[in-house]
């Protein structure tokens, strides 16, 4: 019951065994026990997910296609173990820069994902905000985190989408771009952005408005390429 060893109970039961060796297994197993629940929590997570992205798919609004101009933004990168050191590392941000720079200067909250795909752990995101008046190239928070003037480069065809919900659930909202995507013969050109126009705020999460921008560009068909073979036959 307990999960230890058939030797570490023969020796409990024969006293050879210290109180404080006890004490370690069982805050060894404590601990195997946690990361477990944590695991399966995670996997329950992702598959309840799948379903709303099921069942939410047919009531998701339209992909817009726009062309974006190159953005400032005061932003700085920060590798995510989880979801919930992203959220713990957003809402630092969120209340200690404005204050620093003023909340004139600062537009949306932006994010960039810079992993290369789409995991859910260890993931290299850039955190910031859009620019709307000068600041210093430079910002210090503290002696882990700065925040430097950036530009997200302007974008011919970016194919948007606007997800109203917990930002916990964006996965769903890049799904249906996704298969948009599938559908239209598109390609993701770049690094995906989120554009926070409402942020979320506690107890309020599944208020918040983001939208979801993925630079794209056409991809080849395989009959493109079908007819490369023929013209160099």
């Known amino acids: 019951e307990l999960g230890l060893t058939l030797d570490q109970i023969q020796r409990m039961l024969t006293g050879d065994i210290q109180d404080s060796e006890i004490q ?11 990361k477990q629940l944590y695991d399966d929590l995670a996997r329950f997570k992702r598959i309840e997910a799948r379903i709303n992205q099921r069942q939410q798919a047919q009531t998701m609004p339209d992909v817009v296609v726009k062309e974006v101009p190159t953005t400032p933004v005061l932003s700085t990168t920060h590798l995510c173990k989880n979801s919930e ?5 957003v809402n630092y941000l969120m209340n200690r820069l404005p204050p620093l720079v ?28 859009i620019l709307k008046g000068d600041v210093k190239e430079s910002i210090a928070l503290n002696d882990e985190v700065t925040m430097m003037v950036n530009t997200f480069p302007a974008v011919e ?9 917990n930002p916990l659930d964006l996965h769903i909202g890049f799904g249906a771009v996704g298969e948009w995507m599938e559908l239209n013969d598109y390609q993701m050109a770049a690094e ?3 554009i926070y126009i409402e942020v979320p705020r506690p107890g309020k999460e599944d208020q918040a408005v983001v939208e979801i921008q993925i630079p794209v560009a056409p991809r080849l068909s395989t009959n493109f390429f079908k007819k490369l073979t023929i013209n160099s036959g």
């Not at 370690?24 to 195997?32: F, P, S």
């Not at 050191?85 to 590392?89: A, C, I, S, V, Y």
């Not at 065809?157 to 919900?165: I, R, S, Y």
């Open 85 to 89: 050191d992203g959220f713990q590392f």
């Open 192 to 194: 995906p952005r989120e």
């Open 157 to 165: 065809t970016m194919a948007t989408l606007a997800f109203v919900g």
């Open 102 to 129: 003023g909340t004139r200067r600062l537009g949306h909250f932006v994010s960039r994902l810079h992993s290369g795909d789409f995991r859910t752990e260890n993931v290299d995101l850039e955190f910031g905000f």
């Open 24 to 34: 370690g297994m069982l805050l060894m197993q404590k601990a195997e026990l946690e």
